[in-house]
């Protein structure tokens, strides 16, 4: 079942000659509960793209479907509460609020759509990413490890049908990295979740059931495991 | 680039925007600074110079002075001038007459002419005994010229021939009092006093004693008071002008000078906060800035530096502009009182530099800038070079306490979290908030000041008077009547007066000064809230009540307490805080009803008629009225003065509320200013937030609820700080002189209150906005 429809997406900064096309006619679909991984050179266009996914900026021409749902044809308030309720993020710098503990961090999604969270779940994602101990710290009192995992929790929380991940690994050891991965993974298998993620570790992309490839803004998609092909 | 100083002025060159906010602050700072004590110095020489020209330039007057310790004083060093002066007559109540009108006779020596600041328009110092000074007017009212002969009539009958040496200023007593002010030198005053006097004993003089400009008067005057054994009686001062002068021990005027103390403090206070916190600000925003210098090799102390230097950066602009704007802000302040009430400021400067206004300004613009930079400079210089690499803009370790989300929602307890997570900060917008309410309280204290202490709007005060020539109840109802009906009279009304009525108040005997007021008079009393304890409405009830005056310098007589009087027992029935009649040494003020003083004394007239004219009453309307009363009467036109007095007093209020208007403009601005560089500080916090789905309605809510804590500390730390500063202020500008006892300013501190919660409300606008122009994208990815 088809999720994300990504038609014709370009982005163009600039104009005359500082004019840079960062993503041209980028075009590809998700389906339910796919894991998909991007993978380019440094300023290729990736980020570009999963913002642009994830409504975070918009386009200068294309369309995104998600869900039969296009981002650009609400207004900023409505993709605000539309990104709140049906995208999470996962940053490479984890991006937590300083200010709350752990689980409040995880349920911040659900606190800024004025939801009450459900302990259980929330219990169960805490014993899951294994913060359980450490659901009352604040993120300064965890490793990048932990925060990244808090950062997958606030993600995987309000069950989006999306998951955007913009090199997750980025700043954590190896260890962690593949604490990491297994959650996404688990995320996309075991809840049904769809989840994008860029990286520049080609090595991950063993976890993808595809890969996309951005070069220069033009997108390729790779297939699914295609570790051979990638190195 | 000669040094990595040099970035600078390259990085303000490209973030022009980023410190526009902080040099306004400086600006500010420095604009209310000189503003204030430059208005306050041109207003300090204005009254001196008021004073100088009213009372004279002396400092001290001595009574029952020797002849042989009057020439040593002459002789100090700190002594710049000297003269023997008396006065014959000075209450016009005795028969002195020249050309049929009233006079007053003064001995002088020419050095008091100097002293005095009188200055001579014609003619010279008499060289003879015979010889006199006469006012300017005199030459119109008697018809004489210099050279000319007048006669002065004396009480005793007999007359004296002088001749008119010169002629003087005109003196505004004189003028108001329609009578002649003549000057003798000091041996043909002797000699008019003992043939008056008949006695062979010189009249007793008082040395009037002007310092040098330099010495310092205090230490001067109680040398003096040592050096000849001189009692408290024996030693008076012009309290006006040493106070202006800084050298009153008057306790009034050393109120007045805590009070100013306590505003310069105020202000200073003011100005430091205002550009420590939007220094802390600018510094918190750049933090990852001086992440990256470290990085690149900077050391702390060079941080700190640069931190420093550019703060100083800022004042070579600032200063300046805070100066100019300041200067330019007196100007036309000057211009405007002295338009408004060309009596009470014709001596202000018009385009006057006070020096001591600018120096303060550099000075407060200075040093508060590299204090203010002290505290921002060490935390820059604490940043470590990890912030430069990571992005984590030296937030997360400074948090010990999680947000409370399950008292608020989330974006509320965000706000109050950002409020209050960082003490220091806290401390320091709270102390901002306060200082506005303080700042405005205390500037509030001296409107009630102005209000007691000019007063040309009282209710009761006339436009014309008639008094009865012999102080007696002679001008009757008839003649009110008449009057009452003559064109251009608003409103008519009387008062009888008995005088010097021997009267028994507690153990002590003293003269009562019992005088009438109608029921007009009692509203107005009622209506002004003159009453200050006390029952008005008994007065009007059967039975001998009496109103008696608060007097600062006598003690007051109680609300029930009965003053046993000649003419019969009267029960104080309240007392009040003004009336239209000045206090006398030694003798108590009461006031009765027209019935009770008519039963009392029997007397059916009036002593004074006082009359207020309708707009347009012309000069002709007013002669009218003059024609009807008759000559046997004293006519005063009050016209004049009272509408200087107005226009005085409109002057002063626009100088005070100009500044109360400037106050709570700096207040918005710094509230306003403070918390969009609070929310611009923390905008690399807010892009994650906005990524995870924190609408722009709810940043704002989060913002406002930041604001909000800031707020609601800073109204109830500045209510807690500021109410009992007003108290203060209040007793020493207002109840130690007048008596009005304290009220709680509760409109004064509803407005600030308000201000500051408006201010707060709308500073959310502008970051509001912002957030909805941010790049989230480029928020998250540089980090």
Redesign the interface.
């Known amino acids: 079942m088809q999720l994300l429809n990504v038609s014709n997406l370009s982005k163009t900064y600039g104009t005359g000659p500082i004019r840079v096309e960062a993503l041209k006619n980028a075009s590809f679909t998700m389906r339910k509960s796919e894991f998909a991984a991007i993978v380019g050179e440094s300023g290729s266009g990736k980020t570009t793209l999963l913002n642009l996914i994830g409504a975070l900026d918009t386009p200068t021409s294309g369309h995104i479907y998600l869900n039969d749902q296009e981002l650009f044809s609400m207004p900023e308030q409505e993709r605000t509460i539309f990104r709140r309720r049906n995208i999470g993020f996962i940053f490479q710098s984890f991006q937590l609020i300083p200010e709350l503990t752990v689980e409040q961090n995880i349920i911040f999604p659900l606190l800024l759509d004025y939801q009450k969270p459900d302990p259980e779940k929330v219990n169960e994602l805490l014993e899951v990413l294994g913060l359980t101990e450490r659901r009352s710290h604040l993120p300064s009192q965890l490793s990048g490890g932990q925060q990244q995992r808090t950062a997958i929790g606030r993600a995987l929380i309000h069950s989006p049908m999306l998951i955007l991940a913009d090199e997750p690994t980025g700043n954590l050891d190896s260890k962690s990295s593949q604490e990491v991965m297994e959650l996404l993974t688990h995320a996309a298998h075991h809840y049904r979740q769809t989840v994008l993620m860029i990286t520049h570790n080609l090595g991950l992309t063993a976890y993808a059931d595809r890969v996309l490839r951005v070069s220069d803004g033009n997108l390729t998609d790779l297939g699914g495991n295609h570790d051979e092909k990638l190195s | 680039m000669k040094s990595y100083l040099s970035l600078i002025p390259a990085y303000g060159r490209v973030h022009k925007k980023q410190n526009r906010m902080t040099l306004l602050c400086i600006v500010l700072a420095v604009f209310l600074v000189t503003a204030i004590f430059g208005m306050a110095d041109m207003e300090i020489r204005s009254q001196k110079l008021q004073t100088v020209k009213r009372y004279g330039n002396w400092h001290i007057q001595i009574h029952n002075l020797s002849e042989a310790d009057a020439a040593i004083l002459a002789e100090r060093p700190d002594v710049s001038a000297s003269s023997w002066y008396n006065v014959i007559n000075y209450r016009l109540k005795e028969n002195y007459s020249i050309g049929g009108k009233r006079a007053a006779v003064c001995g002088i020596e020419a050095s008091m002419l100097s002293i005095m600041k009188y200055e001579l328009t014609e003619g010279t110092f008499p060289e003879t005994d015979r010889q006199v000074i006469l006012t300017n007017s005199s030459k119109a009212v008697l018809g004489v010229q210099l050279g000319d002969s007048i006669t002065l009539s004396t009480p005793d009958g007999n007359s004296l021939e002088l001749t008119v040496s010169g002629f003087g200023m005109d003196n505004e007593i004189a003028a108001k009092s329609d009578a002649i002010i003549a000057f003798l030198p000091l041996a043909g005053f002797q000699s008019l006093y003992r043939q008056v006097y008949q006695t062979a004993e010189d009249a007793d003089m008082v040395y009037y004693i002007q310092f040098s400009d330099h010495c310092n008067i205090r230490r001067a005057i109680q040398d003096i008071r040592e050096q000849f054994d001189l009692t408290e009686e024996q030693l008076g001062q012009n309290t006006a002008l040493l106070g202006l002068m800084g050298f009153s021990d008057d306790s009034f005027i050393t109120g007045l000078y805590l009070v100013a103390g306590i505003l310069f403090l105020l202000v200073l206070t003011a100005g430091i906060l205002m550009v420590t916190s939007s220094m802390n600000s600018s510094i918190a925003q750049r933090t990852q800035f001086f992440g990256l210098l470290r990085c690149l090799g900077a050391s702390p102390k060079q941080i700190r530096r640069f931190v420093c230097l550019e703060a100083l950066n800022w004042c070579k602009t600032a200063i300046p502009l805070g100066v100019l704007l300041a200067v330019v802000t007196i100007w036309g302040l000057c211009g405007a009182l002295r338009y408004l009430s060309s009596m009470y400021f014709s001596e202000m400067p018009v385009l006057g530099i006070s020096l001591p206004g600018i120096l303060a300004g550099i000075s407060v613009g200075l040093i508060t800038v590299l204090l203010a930079a002290r505290s921002p400079a060490k935390r820059a210089a604490r940043v470590s070079p990890v912030t430069a690499v990571?992005?984590?803009a030296g937030?997360?370790?400074e948090?010990?306490k999680?947000?409370n989300?399950s008292a608020f929602?989330?974006?509320t307890a965000?706000g109050v979290?950002?409020a209050l997570?960082r003490k220091k900060n806290f401390l320091l917008m709270t102390c901002s908030f306060a200082l506005s309410i303080v700042l405005f309280l205390s500037f509030y204290a001296t409107t009630a000041f102005m209000h007691h202490a000019i007063t040309p709007l009282r209710p009761y005060t006339p436009d014309v008077s008639i008094v009865s020539a012999d102080s007696s109840c002679s001008l009757d109802a008839e003649l009110m009547t008449k009057l009452a009906a003559c064109p251009g009279v608003k409103r008519i009304y009387g008062r009888a007066f008995a005088y010097d009525v021997p009267a028994k108040i507690g153990d002590e005997e003293r003269p009562v000064m019992l005088f009438s007021y109608d029921l007009q008079q009692l509203n107005w009393a009622e209506e002004a809230d003159y009453l200050l304890e006390g029952d008005l409405s008994k007065m009007t009830q059967e039975g001998n009540y009496a109103l008696a005056v608060h007097d600062a310098e006598k003690q007051s007589l109680a609300v029930g307490e009965v003053v046993h009087t000649d003419l019969g027992d009267l029960t104080i029935a309240g007392i009040l805080s003004h009336c239209p009649i000045d206090g006398v040494q030694d003798t108590e003020r009461l006031i009765c009803s027209e019935n009770t003083f008519r039963r009392l004394t029997g007397e059916l007239g009036y002593t004074v008629l006082d009359m207020q004219l309708t707009r347009n009453t012309t000069d002709e309307d007013v002669n009218r009225i003059r024609a009807l009363a008759g000559d046997g009467v004293l006519f005063s036109d009050q016209r004049l003065s009272n509408q200087d007095n107005r226009g005085a007093f409109w002057a002063f209020s626009l100088f005070l509320y100009g500044f109360l208007t400037v106050i709570v403009l700096i207040t918005c601005f710094h509230i306003v200013n403070s918390i969009s560089m609070s929310a611009s500080a923390r905008m690399r916090?807010y892009?994650?937030?906005?990524?995870?789905?924190?609408?722009?309605?709810?940043f704002t809510k989060m913002l406002a609820a930041e604001s909000g804590t800031y707020a609601c500390c800073g109204c109830i730390l500045g209510c807690a700080l500021g109410l009992p500063l007003h108290y203060l202020l209040y007793h020493y500008l207002v109840t130690a002189r007048w008596g009005t006892p304290y009220e709680l300013p509760f409109q004064a501190l509803g407005l600030i209150v308000l201000v500051v919660l408006a201010a707060s409300a709308a500073a959310v606008l502008r970051p509001g906005r912002q957030i909805?122009k941010l790049?989230?994208?480029e928020v998250?990815?540089s980090?």
């Open positions: 990571n992005g984590s937030v997360i370790q948090i010990r999680a947000a989300t929602h989330i974006e965000l979290q950002h997570h916090q892009g994650p937030m906005r990524a995870v789905g924190m609408s722009c309605g709810q909805r790049d989230i994208t998250i990815h980090q």
